[in-house]
Protein backbone atom coordinates (compact mmCIF):
# COMPACT_ATOMS: atom_id res chain seq x y z
CA UNK A 1 0.00 0.00 0.00
CA UNK A 2 0.81 3.49 -0.44
CA UNK A 3 2.38 5.04 2.16
CA UNK A 4 0.57 8.40 1.48
CA UNK A 5 -2.42 6.36 1.61
CA UNK A 6 -1.70 5.15 4.82
CA UNK A 7 -1.47 8.55 6.22
CA UNK A 8 -4.38 9.56 4.83
CA UNK A 9 -6.45 6.65 6.57
CA UNK A 10 -4.85 4.34 8.63
CA UNK A 11 -7.68 1.92 8.98
CA UNK A 12 -9.15 2.00 5.54
CA UNK A 13 -5.99 1.48 4.04
CA UNK A 14 -4.89 -1.53 6.13
CA UNK A 15 -7.97 -2.57 5.81
CA UNK A 16 -8.04 -3.13 2.17
CA UNK A 17 -4.56 -4.29 2.26
CA UNK A 18 -5.64 -7.34 4.20
CA UNK A 19 -8.58 -8.10 1.90
CA UNK A 20 -6.37 -7.54 -0.90
CA UNK A 21 -4.06 -10.22 0.87
CA UNK A 22 -6.90 -12.90 0.79
CA UNK A 23 -8.22 -12.07 -2.57
CA UNK A 24 -11.28 -10.42 -1.45
CA UNK A 25 -10.97 -6.91 -3.01
CA UNK A 26 -10.33 -6.28 -6.81
CA UNK A 27 -6.65 -4.53 -7.22
CA UNK A 28 -8.20 -2.84 -10.27
CA UNK A 29 -10.48 -0.83 -7.85
CA UNK A 30 -7.75 -0.13 -5.66
CA UNK A 31 -5.72 1.63 -7.72
CA UNK A 32 -5.00 4.97 -5.85
CA UNK A 33 -3.91 2.92 -3.13
CA UNK A 34 -1.62 0.15 -4.60
CA UNK A 35 1.76 0.34 -5.29
CA UNK A 36 1.81 -3.09 -6.67
CA UNK A 37 1.87 -6.63 -5.67
CA UNK A 38 4.50 -9.47 -4.99
CA UNK A 39 3.82 -13.47 -4.77
CA UNK A 40 4.99 -15.06 -1.16
CA UNK A 41 7.55 -17.70 -1.95
CA UNK A 42 6.81 -21.22 -0.34
CA UNK A 43 9.20 -23.37 1.67
CA UNK A 44 9.72 -25.53 -1.88
CA UNK A 45 10.77 -22.17 -3.57
CA UNK A 46 13.20 -20.87 -1.12
CA UNK A 47 14.81 -23.76 -1.01
CA UNK A 48 15.20 -24.36 -4.91
CA UNK A 49 16.42 -20.44 -4.97
CA UNK A 50 19.58 -22.13 -3.07
CA UNK A 51 19.97 -25.31 -5.27
CA UNK A 52 19.72 -23.14 -7.85
CA UNK A 53 22.50 -21.22 -6.93
CA UNK A 54 24.52 -23.85 -5.89
CA UNK A 55 24.76 -25.01 -9.33
CA UNK A 56 25.71 -21.83 -10.87
CA UNK A 57 27.75 -20.91 -8.49
CA UNK A 58 31.16 -22.90 -9.75
CA UNK A 59 30.45 -21.46 -13.19
CA UNK A 60 30.10 -17.92 -12.16
CA UNK A 61 33.51 -18.01 -9.88
CA UNK A 62 35.84 -19.19 -12.90
CA UNK A 63 34.34 -15.89 -14.80
CA UNK A 64 37.63 -13.40 -14.89
CA UNK A 65 37.38 -10.67 -12.02
CA UNK A 66 37.70 -8.29 -15.28
CA UNK A 67 34.21 -9.53 -16.61
CA UNK A 68 32.44 -9.81 -13.67
CA UNK A 69 33.78 -5.94 -12.33
CA UNK A 70 31.53 -4.94 -15.36
CA UNK A 71 27.98 -5.82 -13.36
CA UNK A 72 29.39 -3.19 -11.42
CA UNK A 73 29.60 -0.59 -13.92
CA UNK A 74 26.31 -2.10 -15.58
CA UNK A 75 24.59 -1.83 -11.99
CA UNK A 76 25.67 1.85 -11.95
CA UNK A 77 24.76 2.85 -14.97
CA UNK A 78 21.47 1.37 -14.93
CA UNK A 79 20.62 3.11 -11.91
CA UNK A 80 21.87 6.75 -13.16
CA UNK A 81 19.38 5.72 -15.84
CA UNK A 82 16.31 4.83 -13.67
CA UNK A 83 17.21 6.37 -10.28
CA UNK A 84 13.59 8.80 -10.85
CA UNK A 85 11.46 6.13 -10.99
CA UNK A 86 13.70 3.73 -8.55
CA UNK A 87 13.19 6.75 -5.96
CA UNK A 88 9.38 7.14 -6.85
CA UNK A 89 8.89 3.45 -5.80
CA UNK A 90 10.92 3.98 -2.69
CA UNK A 91 8.80 7.25 -1.46
CA UNK A 92 5.66 4.59 -1.91
CA UNK A 93 7.30 2.25 -0.14
CA UNK A 94 7.61 4.97 2.67
CA UNK A 95 10.85 6.92 2.44
CA UNK A 96 10.80 10.74 2.50
CA UNK A 97 12.49 12.16 -0.82
CA UNK A 98 14.99 13.01 0.65
CA UNK A 99 16.12 9.44 2.09
CA UNK A 100 15.37 7.89 -0.62
CA UNK A 101 17.57 9.97 -2.68
CA UNK A 102 19.93 9.75 0.13
CA UNK A 103 20.08 5.84 -0.48
CA UNK A 104 20.66 6.23 -4.26
CA UNK A 105 23.67 8.86 -3.49
CA UNK A 106 25.12 5.81 -1.31
CA UNK A 107 25.10 2.95 -3.88
CA UNK A 108 26.69 5.09 -6.33
CA UNK A 109 29.51 5.54 -4.41
CA UNK A 110 29.41 1.31 -3.53
CA UNK A 111 29.31 0.74 -7.40
CA UNK A 112 31.37 3.50 -8.34
CA UNK A 113 34.73 2.81 -10.36
CA UNK A 114 36.77 3.74 -7.37
CA UNK A 115 35.22 1.65 -4.56
CA UNK A 116 35.52 -1.21 -6.75
CA UNK A 117 38.52 -0.71 -8.14
CA UNK A 118 39.74 -0.51 -4.63
CA UNK A 119 38.12 -3.62 -3.65
CA UNK A 120 39.24 -5.55 -6.54
CA UNK A 121 42.90 -4.84 -6.12
CA UNK A 122 42.69 -6.58 -2.42
CA UNK A 123 41.40 -9.47 -4.39
CA UNK A 124 44.40 -10.65 -6.00
CA UNK A 125 48.13 -9.65 -6.16
CA UNK A 126 51.59 -11.69 -7.13
CA UNK A 127 55.01 -11.72 -6.42
CA UNK A 128 57.90 -12.78 -8.88
CA UNK A 129 60.31 -14.49 -6.56
CA UNK A 130 62.97 -16.28 -7.50
CA UNK A 131 61.61 -19.49 -9.22
CA UNK A 132 58.57 -18.89 -8.02
CA UNK A 133 55.49 -16.81 -9.14
CA UNK A 134 53.74 -16.10 -5.63
CA UNK A 135 50.06 -15.20 -5.88
CA UNK A 136 48.02 -13.89 -2.58
CA UNK A 137 44.43 -14.06 -3.49
CA UNK A 138 40.77 -13.71 -2.32
CA UNK A 139 38.54 -17.14 -3.16
CA UNK A 140 34.50 -16.60 -3.18
CA UNK A 141 32.89 -18.40 -0.60
CA UNK A 142 30.30 -19.68 -2.41
CA UNK A 143 26.70 -18.81 -2.01
CA UNK A 144 25.77 -16.05 -0.18
CA UNK A 145 21.90 -15.54 1.34
CA UNK A 146 21.11 -12.16 1.86
CA UNK A 147 18.46 -11.02 4.17
CA UNK A 148 17.94 -7.11 4.11
CA UNK A 149 16.41 -5.00 6.64
CA UNK A 150 12.62 -3.88 6.70
CA UNK A 151 13.71 -0.05 6.58
CA UNK A 152 15.87 0.08 4.00
CA UNK A 153 15.51 -3.33 1.84
CA UNK A 154 16.27 -1.99 -1.63
CA UNK A 155 19.55 -0.53 -1.02
CA UNK A 156 20.58 -2.68 1.90
CA UNK A 157 19.57 -5.65 -0.78
CA UNK A 158 22.01 -4.28 -3.73
CA UNK A 159 24.51 -3.72 -1.07
CA UNK A 160 23.84 -7.26 -0.59
CA UNK A 161 24.98 -8.45 -4.00
CA UNK A 162 27.90 -6.97 -4.36
CA UNK A 163 29.47 -10.24 -3.37
CA UNK A 164 28.30 -11.37 -7.21
CA UNK A 165 31.29 -9.31 -8.08
CA UNK A 166 33.64 -11.36 -6.12
CA UNK A 167 32.49 -14.83 -7.34
CA UNK A 168 29.56 -15.88 -5.34
CA UNK A 169 26.19 -16.78 -6.15
CA UNK A 170 23.28 -14.23 -4.26
CA UNK A 171 19.98 -15.79 -2.67
CA UNK A 172 17.93 -12.60 -1.75
CA UNK A 173 15.19 -12.59 0.21
CA UNK A 174 12.84 -9.66 -0.24
CA UNK A 175 11.11 -8.42 3.09
CA UNK A 176 6.94 -8.88 3.11
CA UNK A 177 6.39 -5.10 4.47
CA UNK A 178 8.15 -3.60 1.14
CA UNK A 179 9.24 -6.03 -1.34
CA UNK A 180 8.91 -3.89 -4.34
CA UNK A 181 11.66 -1.84 -4.08
CA UNK A 182 13.92 -5.08 -3.97
CA UNK A 183 12.32 -6.63 -6.75
CA UNK A 184 12.33 -3.58 -9.20
CA UNK A 185 16.07 -3.44 -8.01
CA UNK A 186 17.13 -7.38 -8.62
CA UNK A 187 14.76 -7.53 -12.05
CA UNK A 188 15.50 -3.95 -13.06
CA UNK A 189 18.98 -3.10 -12.63
CA UNK A 190 20.48 -6.34 -11.79
CA UNK A 191 19.43 -9.07 -13.78
CA UNK A 192 19.95 -7.17 -17.11
CA UNK A 193 23.80 -6.88 -16.07
CA UNK A 194 23.89 -10.09 -15.10
CA UNK A 195 22.69 -11.31 -18.46
CA UNK A 196 25.24 -8.44 -20.51
CA UNK A 197 28.21 -10.30 -19.39
CA UNK A 198 26.70 -13.87 -19.92
CA UNK A 199 26.16 -15.03 -16.99
CA UNK A 200 24.52 -18.44 -15.99
CA UNK A 201 20.98 -18.84 -14.58
CA UNK A 202 21.11 -18.98 -11.00
CA UNK A 203 23.75 -16.54 -10.29
CA UNK A 204 21.49 -14.25 -8.56
CA UNK A 205 17.99 -15.49 -7.44
CA UNK A 206 15.36 -13.36 -4.97
CA UNK A 207 11.70 -14.07 -3.40
CA UNK A 208 9.69 -12.63 -1.10
CA UNK A 209 9.16 -14.20 2.17
CA UNK A 210 9.14 -14.20 6.11
CA UNK A 211 12.12 -14.16 7.40
CA UNK A 212 12.07 -16.89 10.15
CA UNK A 213 11.63 -19.87 7.54
CA UNK A 214 13.81 -18.26 5.30
CA UNK A 215 16.66 -18.14 7.51
CA UNK A 216 16.02 -21.59 9.03
CA UNK A 217 16.39 -23.03 5.63
CA UNK A 218 19.79 -21.44 4.34
CA UNK A 219 20.96 -22.68 8.25
CA UNK A 220 19.98 -26.22 7.21
CA UNK A 221 20.81 -26.12 3.61
CA UNK A 222 23.82 -27.75 2.24
CA UNK A 223 24.29 -25.12 -0.42
CA UNK A 224 24.71 -21.91 1.48
CA UNK A 225 28.11 -20.91 2.63
CA UNK A 226 27.28 -17.45 4.13
CA UNK A 227 24.30 -15.65 5.50
CA UNK A 228 24.45 -11.98 5.48
CA UNK A 229 22.06 -10.45 7.74
CA UNK A 230 20.81 -6.90 8.62
CA UNK A 231 18.67 -6.25 11.55
CA UNK A 232 18.47 -6.44 15.23
CA UNK A 233 21.13 -7.16 17.77
CA UNK A 234 19.41 -9.76 19.84
CA UNK A 235 18.26 -11.81 16.49
CA UNK A 236 21.73 -11.09 15.13
CA UNK A 237 24.02 -12.38 17.68
CA UNK A 238 21.66 -15.43 18.01
CA UNK A 239 22.10 -15.77 14.31
CA UNK A 240 25.90 -15.74 14.23
CA UNK A 241 25.75 -18.20 16.93
CA UNK A 242 23.71 -20.47 14.83
CA UNK A 243 25.85 -19.73 12.08
CA UNK A 244 28.74 -20.88 13.47
CA UNK A 245 27.46 -24.05 14.67
CA UNK A 246 26.35 -24.87 11.46
CA UNK A 247 29.53 -24.49 9.83
CA UNK A 248 27.66 -21.05 8.03
CA UNK A 249 29.74 -17.24 7.74
CA UNK A 250 27.72 -14.92 9.32
CA UNK A 251 28.29 -11.47 7.92
CA UNK A 252 26.18 -9.04 10.16
CA UNK A 253 24.78 -5.33 9.81
CA UNK A 254 23.05 -4.65 13.24
CA UNK A 255 21.89 -1.64 15.49
CA UNK A 256 24.69 1.20 16.06
CA UNK A 257 24.84 3.64 18.50
CA UNK A 258 27.03 6.41 17.00
CA UNK A 259 28.56 9.13 19.17
CA UNK A 260 30.06 12.77 17.60
CA UNK A 261 32.19 14.18 19.53
CA UNK A 262 32.33 18.34 19.15
CA UNK A 263 34.88 20.19 20.79
CA UNK A 264 35.36 23.97 22.13
CA UNK A 265 36.84 25.13 18.95
CA UNK A 266 34.20 23.45 16.47
CA UNK A 267 32.53 25.41 13.74
CA UNK A 268 28.75 24.71 15.36
CA UNK A 269 26.85 25.83 12.46
CA UNK A 270 28.34 22.73 10.33
CA UNK A 271 28.15 20.99 13.53
CA UNK A 272 24.82 21.15 14.26
CA UNK A 273 24.16 20.18 10.70
CA UNK A 274 25.65 16.84 10.87
CA UNK A 275 23.82 16.30 14.02
CA UNK A 276 20.40 17.08 13.00
CA UNK A 277 20.80 13.89 10.59
CA UNK A 278 19.91 11.99 13.36
CA UNK A 279 16.21 12.74 12.52
CA UNK A 280 16.37 11.68 9.11
CA UNK A 281 13.86 8.62 8.64
CA UNK A 282 12.83 9.33 12.28
CA UNK A 283 16.37 8.12 13.13
CA UNK A 284 15.59 4.83 12.11
CA UNK A 285 18.46 4.39 10.29
CA UNK A 286 21.29 2.16 11.88
CA UNK A 287 24.11 4.87 10.79
CA UNK A 288 22.46 7.98 11.67
CA UNK A 289 24.53 10.15 14.98
CA UNK A 290 22.99 8.80 18.07
CA UNK A 291 25.02 10.56 20.98
CA UNK A 292 26.53 13.74 21.09
CA UNK A 293 29.47 14.82 23.99
CA UNK A 294 30.00 18.25 23.59
CA UNK A 295 32.92 20.39 25.33
CA UNK A 296 30.86 21.97 28.31
CA UNK A 297 32.60 25.13 27.12
CA UNK A 298 30.01 25.47 24.29
CA UNK A 299 26.89 23.41 25.32
CA UNK A 300 24.92 26.20 25.92
CA UNK A 301 25.19 27.22 22.53
CA UNK A 302 25.22 24.15 20.50
CA UNK A 303 22.02 22.82 22.62
CA UNK A 304 20.50 26.44 21.23
CA UNK A 305 21.01 25.68 17.90
CA UNK A 306 19.99 22.38 18.18
CA UNK A 307 16.74 23.65 19.52
CA UNK A 308 15.84 26.07 16.96
CA UNK A 309 17.18 23.25 13.88
CA UNK A 310 14.67 20.85 15.43
CA UNK A 311 12.13 23.09 15.41
CA UNK A 312 12.25 23.53 11.94
CA UNK A 313 11.90 19.54 11.26
CA UNK A 314 8.57 18.62 10.10
CA UNK A 315 6.66 15.92 8.64
CA UNK A 316 5.06 15.38 6.11
CA UNK A 317 3.78 13.18 2.72
CA UNK A 318 6.84 11.30 1.62
CA UNK A 319 6.38 12.99 -1.66
CA UNK A 320 7.40 16.26 -0.07
CA UNK A 321 10.73 17.30 -0.78
CA UNK A 322 11.27 18.90 2.56
CA UNK A 323 9.79 16.03 4.51
CA UNK A 324 12.41 13.87 6.76
CA UNK A 325 10.54 11.97 9.16
CA UNK A 326 9.07 8.92 8.52
CA UNK A 327 5.63 8.01 10.53
CA UNK A 328 6.45 5.66 14.06
CA UNK A 329 3.33 3.15 14.02
CA UNK A 330 4.30 2.01 17.33
CA UNK A 331 5.76 5.18 20.43
CA UNK A 332 5.48 3.57 23.37
CA UNK A 333 9.40 2.60 23.94
CA UNK A 334 10.23 6.39 22.49
CA UNK A 335 8.29 7.50 25.37
CA UNK A 336 9.64 4.69 27.69
CA UNK A 337 13.20 6.08 26.67
CA UNK A 338 12.22 9.55 27.29
CA UNK A 339 10.50 9.51 30.57
CA UNK A 340 13.58 7.11 32.01
CA UNK A 341 16.09 10.24 31.03
CA UNK A 342 13.75 11.92 32.80
CA UNK A 343 13.43 10.25 36.07
CA UNK A 344 17.83 9.80 35.76
CA UNK A 345 17.83 14.27 35.71
CA UNK A 346 18.23 14.63 31.86
CA UNK A 347 16.24 17.62 30.59
CA UNK A 348 13.94 17.85 27.89
CA UNK A 349 15.58 20.68 25.30
CA UNK A 350 12.90 20.22 22.29
CA UNK A 351 10.50 17.58 21.44
CA UNK A 352 8.82 14.15 22.68
CA UNK A 353 5.38 15.00 21.16
CA UNK A 354 3.10 13.37 18.60
CA UNK A 355 2.43 15.02 15.24
CA UNK A 356 0.08 14.76 12.73
CA UNK A 357 1.25 14.66 9.19
CA UNK A 358 0.86 18.66 8.70
CA UNK A 359 2.98 19.02 11.80
CA UNK A 360 -0.05 19.60 14.53
CA UNK A 361 1.10 17.99 17.73
CA UNK A 362 -1.67 15.20 18.64
CA UNK A 363 -2.24 12.81 21.29
CA UNK A 364 -2.65 10.00 18.11
CA UNK A 365 -0.24 11.49 14.90
CA UNK A 366 1.82 9.15 13.26
CA UNK A 367 4.94 11.34 13.56
CA UNK A 368 7.67 11.76 16.49
CA UNK A 369 8.63 15.55 16.98
CA UNK A 370 12.94 15.59 17.12
CA UNK A 371 13.35 15.24 20.20
CA UNK A 372 16.49 16.66 22.21
CA UNK A 373 17.38 16.02 25.56
CA UNK A 374 20.37 17.22 27.80
CA UNK A 375 22.29 14.81 30.34
CA UNK A 376 24.72 16.37 32.45
CA UNK A 377 27.60 14.10 33.26
CA UNK A 378 29.47 11.77 31.58
CA UNK A 379 30.22 9.01 34.54
CA UNK A 380 26.88 7.56 34.99
CA UNK A 381 25.59 9.06 31.32
CA UNK A 382 24.59 5.38 29.92
CA UNK A 383 22.54 4.32 33.32
CA UNK A 384 19.92 6.23 30.71
CA UNK A 385 18.59 3.80 27.94
CA UNK A 386 18.74 6.51 25.36
CA UNK A 387 22.19 6.74 25.64
CA UNK A 388 23.15 3.41 26.08
CA UNK A 389 21.21 1.62 23.55
CA UNK A 390 20.74 2.81 19.91
CA UNK A 391 16.66 3.83 20.37
CA UNK A 392 15.88 3.90 16.56
CA UNK A 393 13.51 7.08 16.63
CA UNK A 394 14.39 10.89 16.30
CA UNK A 395 15.82 10.94 19.72
CA UNK A 396 19.35 13.15 20.27
CA UNK A 397 21.31 12.51 23.65
CA UNK A 398 23.40 15.46 24.19
CA UNK A 399 25.79 15.04 27.40
CA UNK A 400 27.78 17.00 28.59
CA UNK A 401 30.83 16.15 30.73
CA UNK A 402 32.03 17.26 34.14
CA UNK A 403 34.22 20.48 33.58
CA UNK A 404 37.48 19.84 33.74
CA UNK A 405 41.38 20.72 31.95
CA UNK A 406 41.44 20.50 28.12
CA UNK A 407 43.57 16.96 28.31
CA UNK A 408 41.69 15.43 30.58
CA UNK A 409 38.98 16.12 29.35
CA UNK A 410 39.51 14.46 25.73
CA UNK A 411 41.26 11.88 27.43
CA UNK A 412 37.85 11.20 29.21
CA UNK A 413 35.70 11.75 25.63
CA UNK A 414 38.13 8.97 23.96
CA UNK A 415 37.89 6.60 26.24
CA UNK A 416 34.12 6.76 26.32
CA UNK A 417 33.66 6.50 22.71
CA UNK A 418 36.20 3.59 22.72
CA UNK A 419 33.67 1.52 25.63
CA UNK A 420 30.97 2.09 23.28
CA UNK A 421 29.99 -1.81 23.25
CA UNK A 422 28.70 -0.87 19.91
CA UNK A 423 30.93 0.45 17.10
CA UNK A 424 29.34 1.65 13.51
CA UNK A 425 30.32 5.18 13.41
CA UNK A 426 32.03 8.11 15.13
CA UNK A 427 32.73 11.52 14.40
CA UNK A 428 34.72 14.83 15.26
CA UNK A 429 33.96 18.69 15.16
CA UNK A 430 36.89 20.37 16.18
CA UNK A 431 39.55 23.00 14.04
CA UNK A 432 42.64 21.39 16.37
CA UNK A 433 44.48 19.04 14.27
CA UNK A 434 46.57 17.77 17.18
CA UNK A 435 42.71 16.66 18.71
CA UNK A 436 41.85 15.59 15.59
CA UNK A 437 45.26 13.48 15.47
CA UNK A 438 44.21 11.89 18.63
CA UNK A 439 40.75 10.98 17.63
CA UNK A 440 42.07 9.37 14.18
CA UNK A 441 45.08 7.16 16.50
CA UNK A 442 42.96 6.38 19.30
CA UNK A 443 40.04 5.87 18.21
CA UNK A 444 39.60 1.92 17.83
CA UNK A 445 36.13 1.23 18.18
CA UNK A 446 33.96 1.36 14.73
CA UNK A 447 34.28 0.62 11.14
CA UNK A 448 34.37 4.49 9.79
CA UNK A 449 35.77 7.45 11.58
CA UNK A 450 34.51 11.27 10.23
CA UNK A 451 36.35 13.93 11.42
CA UNK A 452 34.31 17.55 10.55
CA UNK A 453 32.03 15.81 7.79
CA UNK A 454 28.40 14.68 7.46
CA UNK A 455 27.86 11.32 9.84
CA UNK A 456 25.91 9.90 7.09
CA UNK A 457 27.31 10.98 4.14
CA UNK A 458 29.29 8.41 1.77
CA UNK A 459 32.55 8.57 -0.01
CA UNK A 460 34.13 6.20 -2.89
CA UNK A 461 36.91 3.87 -1.37
CA UNK A 462 35.67 3.91 2.22
CA UNK A 463 33.72 1.57 3.93
CA UNK A 464 29.95 2.35 3.23
CA UNK A 465 28.36 -0.05 6.31
CA UNK A 466 30.23 -2.16 8.87
CA UNK A 467 31.39 -2.12 12.58
CA UNK A 468 32.43 -3.85 15.37
CA UNK A 469 31.27 -5.18 19.07
CA UNK A 470 27.22 -5.32 18.73
CA UNK A 471 27.18 -3.75 15.38
CA UNK A 472 29.21 -6.42 13.45
CA UNK A 473 29.23 -8.94 15.85
CA UNK A 474 32.52 -11.08 16.49
CA UNK A 475 33.54 -11.07 13.61
CA UNK A 476 32.87 -7.16 12.75
CA UNK A 477 35.01 -4.77 10.74
CA UNK A 478 34.12 -2.43 8.06
CA UNK A 479 31.95 -4.28 5.60
CA UNK A 480 33.39 -4.65 1.90
CA UNK A 481 30.54 -7.48 1.30
CA UNK A 482 33.45 -8.55 -2.27
CA UNK A 483 36.11 -8.71 0.58
CA UNK A 484 33.71 -10.13 3.78
CA UNK A 485 32.41 -13.28 1.47
CA UNK A 486 35.76 -14.48 -0.23
CA UNK A 487 38.17 -16.25 1.81
CA UNK A 488 42.29 -15.59 1.74
CA UNK A 489 44.65 -18.19 0.16
CA UNK A 490 48.38 -18.29 -0.74
CA UNK A 491 49.56 -20.08 -4.38
CA UNK A 492 52.83 -20.74 -5.61
CA UNK A 493 53.81 -21.37 -8.87
CA UNK A 494 57.45 -22.90 -9.25
CA UNK A 495 59.19 -23.74 -12.02
CA UNK A 496 62.88 -25.75 -11.73
CA UNK A 497 62.54 -25.96 -7.85
CA UNK A 498 63.90 -29.26 -6.48
CA UNK A 499 61.49 -29.90 -3.32
CA UNK A 500 64.21 -31.20 -1.16
CA UNK A 501 66.14 -28.18 -1.51
CA UNK A 502 62.97 -26.31 -1.02
CA UNK A 503 61.96 -28.05 2.24
CA UNK A 504 64.59 -25.59 4.34
CA UNK A 505 64.33 -22.66 2.07
CA UNK A 506 66.28 -19.95 3.35
CA UNK A 507 67.72 -21.65 6.42
CA UNK A 508 69.39 -24.35 4.32
CA UNK A 509 71.74 -21.70 2.85
CA UNK A 510 72.19 -20.01 6.31
CA UNK A 511 73.47 -23.06 7.62
CA UNK A 512 75.10 -24.45 5.50
CA UNK A 513 73.07 -27.41 4.58
CA UNK A 514 73.73 -29.75 1.43
CA UNK A 515 71.04 -30.64 -1.04
CA UNK A 516 71.74 -34.18 0.15
CA UNK A 517 70.19 -33.62 3.39
CA UNK A 518 67.30 -35.38 2.42
CA UNK A 519 67.56 -39.19 1.59
CA UNK A 520 66.37 -39.98 -2.26
CA UNK A 521 66.54 -42.85 -4.17
CA UNK A 522 67.61 -43.29 -7.93
CA UNK A 523 65.89 -46.32 -9.91
CA UNK A 524 68.78 -48.29 -11.18
CA UNK A 525 67.41 -49.10 -14.95
CA UNK A 526 70.00 -52.02 -15.12
CA UNK A 527 68.90 -53.59 -12.48
CA UNK A 528 67.03 -57.15 -12.87
CA UNK A 529 64.53 -56.05 -10.71
CA UNK A 530 64.05 -53.00 -12.76
Not at 31 to 45: I, K, M
Not at 377 to 395: K, W
Amino acid sequence: MKTSSILDDVFKSLTLKRKLERGKADPADAADFVVGRCALADDETVEEASRKAAEAAPVWARFPLEQRLRLGQGIRERLLRHHLEFVDLLIAEGNPRALAEWQVAGLLEIFSEETLGWCARQMEQSIEHGNRRMTVRRVADGVVAVNPPQNAPASSALFGITPLIAGNAVVVRAPRSAPLGVMYAMRELVAPALDDIGAPPGTLNVFCSRPGPAIKSWLESPHINDIFYTGGVTTGLELERDCVAHGKKPVLELAGNDAVLVWHDADLEAACEALVECFFGSGQICMVPNQVIVHPAVAEQLLERLRLTASLIRPGLPEDPGALLSPVLRSERFYAYVQDALDKGATLVHGARRMETDGTPSDTGLFLEPTVLRVDGLDHCRDIEAVAEETFFPLLPVIVPEAAPDDELLDRMLAYVNSNPYGLRNSLWTRDEAVADRFVDEVSNGGLLKVNDSHIGFLPYLPTHGGTGRTGGAFGEANYPMLRTTHLQGVSRATGVRPREAVFGAYAELAGMRPGSLPTATPDHNSEEQ
